[in-house]
């Protein structure tokens, strides 16, 4: 036995060995460490610690952070706020809720609640989500991303294995796919988790397609719930739609027989079912909650408008359309939902997988059946779902039409499809540099050629006359693209257009040589330079999408934040404007807020948009325009969902009255020796200032820091003061200053310096020499105060309500718009409530202590102790299936109240009311998720077992075993390398060259 081993140890080393010595063994190490030098120079440092994937460097732009990282150094992207402020802070409460041993199907902080475990929109279930259950949150996104490419690769590798396409060419066209953009512009979101899936999901169906296996069908399966459990539909979709079209072409010319092509129906579609079943336990909940909350009549899509062609030219020049991730664009849409780069050197690839054959080692009619079968018509299948795929996202017209009556398609534009775009330019990349890497040479060719039949030999010309015209439509298509460059970017982008024709120049040079000669030097040479000319472009293509963040931007805790975080109680909200906070990250940092960034009942958007009518910019992002912020801090509406706290930027409108000062006559410059001026002498409460600032924009390189402060006449105290770091001063500048406790009759005058500034600063004075300012009051009576400034300003709301409140008497009104009438009243008691309908219970008018004990996110428990009996009203969005109510144990209905929020009746005396979200139909959902899980696994074993039973009464065949390929591979026949139907189009009569290796 140890003898064996050893036998089979020295055996595996010799063909190590061998294969080293080979040409193509150092092709496919190139092939490879290409793929590896992409990774390393994209997300390597942040495998290895020196910052992290998540683009927190993005914060900057945005308060609180910006003032306090005090830089003017910006993200190379600035279009991924949506990871900072939705996705990324919905998965940290729902791994830190699991290991304090709570399944976070809630989320209490923003827009009053939402669905958080229970649905899979934050991708947090998807298997290459792993990483942020078990690594630090800085360090997770860049090992997701890591697992996306793996997977990826895992999927490109085996599918063009199933091809016969040479290894060299796997770790390339994976490249490609990994790079392309849509898995480099959606990073950090979920749709690259499921995106990467997309591989493996063509894996699987091509065998359900071709091999008849019962088996396939827990493959198909496996995979579907992979993609459908990562947190975005709409790519499923996708996939599953060009798939099965690709699948239906696949089962047609691999079988040719109807009984097959049933037989593999079945198949699929069983694995499409077994894959729903096993999501099911997410499924379920997500559609009961998708047709409660969801709108998607705003996400409709109709007609045949495609992205257009400046669009698919980023293919091979990225910054066509957009300086990348920069801002700077003069597309009609986001960058991240055009961006479509695969290299030029991919779009060359294509063109030779078209027009070089491959070479053979053996006759084709020594392949086996299966093998044939494999490997039929792939290549003409794989471009013509390219074609396909193209026309239906950047051409658009009848097809695009057509499909946007589909379900996904209708709700979803069509640019996030050009993921399939990129999926099917990549496998035929891969394909062409297997040819490139194992050509049949030009000689053979024409030899070929000359021996096939008229038909053959049109079908061919045919190929090479659709090579020579797609070389024109790119070159076409480039040119028009450039004719709408702005001019301030013409010579740049007509450089980089430059570059790019250069390189594809040589990659299609290096592809001529391997097919002219046969030399294997030759070939070893070009297949090195073309993975070069691929992987260099795709970094540097990508580094610009994917910034690597100093570990110390990553969501610090900044003042303005850490005074929320002491002073918001679990009766409190506060609200944020513009974009103050990013409103999402309020499940971050664990603080309870009315605005937020996510999915959100229409209810509560009812009386959001009664606050602000363009409070929603899209479908699921709330916050307030700061003009707004005077009126806001004395919204009754607020006041009744619990908001204590109204966050603002630094320099956004003040709330309060404002008083003008004497108009600015002259200047007075600040600079490094003089860097103060002062005020006027005033006297009074106030909420802040407004100064005139520098008729100019003003910058400096490292910035500059700004102090205000009140200062009381005569004893010099300092009565308020703010300090704010500003990358620049320009133009008139709100100032919020903590003054409203200042006595009427105090006096004071207001300092203002500036320090850090390279140039001088002029601040606008009157003739005497004194900053001119206009000052805002507070509002007497109305409960608002300025309570923190600096990085960010707060402002307190007294008339605020409490989250869980006690009612004492009610008010029956049925139509929303009188409802949200009668909220905005600011006469309507505060221990009245709004009701939808007549309840079966009246409040008798008397006072409840309430108390509420801790709980965690799913639930609201409350003492109450009520002199009479009243309503226990919860201003959270609780009208969403899951959500019920129980007095002392039993259950009680939770009714409608103050028309996004919810009320319990509680009878006279001392109570327990509990308010609990279960995730709706999550039992059933795991039943039919545990079920299929259990029926796979039963299955597999009896499979198993009869298979092993028949061997064992079978007798012995020495003609049983693999077959070792000419790579030293096990294969299902003699050779499981072959052409396809576009190859076969010439007459397949062996060369000389084919005759040689085959003796």
């Known amino acids: 036995m140890a003898t064996e081993r050893v036998a089979d140890r020295l055996d595996r080393r010799t063909r190590f060995a061998l294969w080293l010595r080979r040409p193509q063994g150092w092709v496919e190490i190139v092939a490879w460490a290409a793929l590896v030098a992409f990774v390393v120079f994209t997300i390597g440092p942040a495998l290895i610690g020196h910052g992290t994937f998540l683009n927190t460097g993005l914060l900057n732009r945005y308060t609180p952070w910006g003032e306090s990282f005090e830089t003017t150094t910006g993200s190379t992207n600035i279009l991924t706020s949506d990871t900072l402020d939705s996705v990324f802070p919905q998965t940290t409460l729902l791994v830190r809720s699991a290991h304090e041993g709570v399944f976070a199907a809630w989320n209490p902080f923003v827009a009053g609640g939402v669905e958080l475990g229970g649905v899979p929109n934050s991708g947090a279930w998807?298997?290459?989500?792993?990483?942020?259950?078990?690594?630090?949150?800085?360090?997770?996104?860049g090992a997701v991303k890591l697992l996306e490419i793996v997977a990826v690769t895992v999927g490109m590798s085996l599918l063009l294995r199933r091809w016969s396409v040479p290894r060299a060419a796997w770790?390339?066209?994976?490249?490609?796919?990994?790079?392309?953009?849509?898995?480099?512009?959606?990073?950090?979101?979920?749709?690259?988790?499921?995106?990467?899936?997309?591989p493996l999901l063509f894996w699987a169906i091509d065998r359900a397609a071709v091999e008849l296996r019962a088996r396939d069908v827990i493959g198909v399966g496996a995979v579907v719930a992979s993609m459908l459990?990562?947190?975005?539909?709409?790519?499923?979709?996708?996939?599953?739609?060009?798939?099965?079209?690709?699948?239906?072409?696949r089962t047609i010319v691999a079988h040719r027989a109807l009984r097959g092509v049933v037989l593999s129906g079945l198949i699929a579609v069983g694995g499409i079912v077994f894959g729903l079943l096993l999501s099911a336990w997410q499924l379920l909940p997500f559609a009961i909650s998708a047709s409660n909350v969801v709108d998607f009549g705003g996400r409709g899509q109709h007609g045949g408008s495609g992205l257009g062609s400046r669009p698919m030219v980023t293919s091979w020049i990225p910054d066509v359309s957009f300086l990348g991730s920069s801002g700077a664009a003069w597309s009609n849409r986001n960058p991240v939902e055009e961006y479509s780069y695969i290299g030029i050197a991919a779009v060359v690839l294509i063109a030779a997988a078209v027009l070089i054959r491959p070479a053979t080692s053996q006759l084709s009619a020594d392949r086996g059946i299966l093998a044939r079968r494999r490997t039929r018509g792939v290549l003409t299948i794989v471009a013509a779902m390219l074609a396909f795929s193209v026309v239906l996202v950047f051409l658009g017209g009848p097809i695009l039409a057509a499909a946007r009556e589909l379900p996904v398609f209708d709700s979803n534009p069509i640019g996030r499809a050009r993921v399939v775009v990129g999926f099917f330019a990549a496998a035929l990349a891969g394909i062409g540099f297997g040819r490139v890497v194992e050509p049949e040479t030009l000689r053979d060719e024409l030899?070929?050629?000359?021996?096939?039949?008229?038909?053959?030999?049109?079908?061919?010309?045919?190929?090479?006359?659709l090579v020579v015209l797609f070389t024109l439509s790119i070159g076409l298509q480039t040119m028009l693209a450039l004719e709408a460059v702005p001019t301030e970017y013409v010579h740049q982008t007509k450089v980089e257009a430059l570059t790019v024709g250069i390189i594809g120049a040589a990659v299609g040079v290096a592809v001529l040589l391997a097919w002219f000669f046969r030399s294997r030097v030759v070939h070893v040479l070009v297949a090195v330079a073309i993975a070069a000319m691929v992987v260099v472009p795709a970094i540097s293509a990508t580094q610009k999408w994917w910034p690597i963040a100093s570990l110390s931007t990553f969501y610090p805790t900044t003042p303005a934040l850490a005074y929320l975080q002491q002073n918001v109680s679990d009766q409190e909200r506060y609200a944020t404007t513009g974009?103050?906070?990013?409103?999402?990250s309020a499940t971050y940092y664990g603080i309870r807020s009315v605005t937020g960034h996510a999915f959100q009942t229409k209810e509560w958007k009812q009386l959001m948009r009664s606050l602000d009518p363009d409070t929603y910019p899209t479908a699921t992002?709330?916050?307030?325009?700061?003009?707004?912020?005077?009126?806001?801090?004395?919204?009754?509406i607020l006041d009744r969902v619990a908001t204590k706290y109204l966050v603002a930027d630094p320099s956004a409108p003040l709330a309060g009255t404002t008083e003008d000062g004497d108009s600015q006559t002259k200047w007075s410059d600040l600079t490094a020796d003089n860097p103060s001026v002062d005020s006027a002498t005033n006297s009074g409460p106030l909420n802040g200032i407004t100064i005139t600032g520098p008729p100019a924009l003003t910058t400096s390189k490292g910035g500059m820091t700004m102090t205000v402060a009140v200062i009381a006449d005569g004893t010099g105290k300092t009565l308020a003061k703010t300090e704010s770091w500003v990358p620049a001063l320009g133009g008139g500048r709100n100032i919020a200053l903590p003054g409203s406790d200042i006595p009427a009759d105090t006096k004071w005058h207001v300092r203002i310096t500036i320090t850090g500034q390279s140039k001088l600063v002029p601040i606008g004075t009157d003739d005497d020499g004194h900053a001119v300012m206009s000052i805002t009051r507070p509002v007497s009576g109305d409960g608002v105060s300025v309570v923190h400034t600096g990085d960010a300003t707060v402002y307190e709301r007294d008339s605020a309500l409490d989250r869980v409140r006690w009612a004492s008497d009610q008010q029956v009104v049925t139509t929303a718009a009188d409802r949200i009438r009668t909220l905005a009243d600011p006469s309507l008691p505060d221990d009245t409530v709004v009701l939808n309908r007549t309840p079966d219970h009246t409040a008798g008018g008397g006072d409840a202590a309430v108390d509420l004990q801790d709980g965690d996110t799913n639930e609201t428990v409350a003492d109450v102790d009520a002199s009479a009996g009243g309503w226990l009203v919860v201003a959270d969005s609780v009208l969403r299936p899951g959500w019920s109510a129980t007095v002392d144990g039993e259950p009680s209905d939770l009714v409608t109240a103050d028309n996004a929020g919810g009320a319990v009746w509680v009878p006279k005396g001392q109570h327990t009311v509990r308010l609990h979200y279960a995730v709706p139909r999550a039992a059933i959902g795991g039943l039919v998720s545990g079920g299929a899980i259990l029926v796979a696994v039963a299955a597999s074993v009896l499979v198993s077992v009869s298979v092993r039973r028949r061997r064992r009464r079978r007798p012995a065949d020495p003609g049983d075993g693999p077959v070792t390929g000419p790579?030293?591979?096990?294969?299902?026949?003699?050779?499981?390398?072959?052409?396809?139907?576009?190859?076969?189009a010439v007459d397949p009569t062996p060369t000389a060259t084919q005759r040689n290796q085959t003796t």
Do not use: C, H, K
Request: glycine residues 8%; without cysteine; charged residues 10%.
């Open 579 to 584: 974009s103050a906070t990013l409103p999402g």
């Open 229 to 249: 459990l990562g947190g975005f539909p709409a790519v499923v979709g996708y996939g599953l739609f060009v798939g099965g079209i690709f699948f239906l072409a």
């Open 126 to 141: 998807s298997p290459l989500s792993l990483p942020w259950w078990i690594l630090p949150f800085s360090y997770a996104p």
């Open 621 to 636: 992002y709330l916050s307030f325009s700061p003009n707004l912020i005077p009126s806001l801090v004395e919204s009754p």
């Open 447 to 465: 030899a070929r050629f000359r021996a096939a039949s008229p038909l053959r030999r049109t079908g061919r010309i045919v190929a090479i006359v």
């Open 171 to 198: 770790p390339i066209a994976s490249l490609v796919f990994a790079s392309s953009g849509f898995m480099v512009a959606w990073s950090n979101w979920p749709q690259t988790r499921v995106a990467a899936f997309i």
């Open 967 to 984: 790579d030293g591979d096990a294969t299902d026949g003699p050779d499981d390398r072959s052409a396809d139907t576009l190859e076969s």
